[in-house]
């Protein structure tokens, strides 16, 4: 793989699958997206640090790897996290690996823990993803709809119990999804 150098192991079955990593410009994010980049993943990540972000998508690029797709985003504006989760879907046409790297190291009391808090981010990333991974009618081979029945009824009680209505997060908008990835 480009630029491994054979100091790590390569693994087959990561290749060509997509892997969305929040919080990937700097730090640990940073090593996630490489490391899958040089796995040959087609790597998509999100952050608010565009210039780390653009010169690592820019520096894979350039080694060989296939470029991620970087998308500005705020996972704390749940409405437009999941519209860019959804330009994540439709640029590569599913998610098979979801990676919740990006922090938020605001404490809350839990009476506190509101859309407004930013705190769901993680949540709302993986609601758009679990129903990519579990499919409309759930593929866990239960007769009751397995586990995209069980993710879902918890987000649904976490959504209720949140902000006491399903939905509400709906009406909200923001600067997620800002395509930064004009490329090299």
Known sequence: MPGTNGQYAIYPSLRDRVVLVTGGATGIGESLVRHFAHQGARVAFFDV???????????????????????HCDLTDVA?????????????????VLVNNAGNDQRHAIDEVTPEAGVLGP?????????????????????GGGARSDCQSQLDRVDDSVDGTAGVRDGESGDCGTDTDAGP
Do not use: I, W
Request: aromatic letters at 4%; hydrophobic letters at 40%.
């Open 49 to 71: 640090q565009d210039g780390p972000a653009v010169a690592l998508r820019n520096e894979l690029s350039t080694a060989g790897c296939k470029a991620p797709l970087y998308l």
């Open 80 to 96: 437009a996290l999941k519209e860019t989760v959804g330009r994540v879907l439709a640029a590569h046409g599913t998610v098979d």
């Open 123 to 143: 949540l709302d990333c993986g609601e758009p993803a679990a129903a990519v991974f579990y499919g409309a009618g759930g593929d866990s081979g239960d007769e």
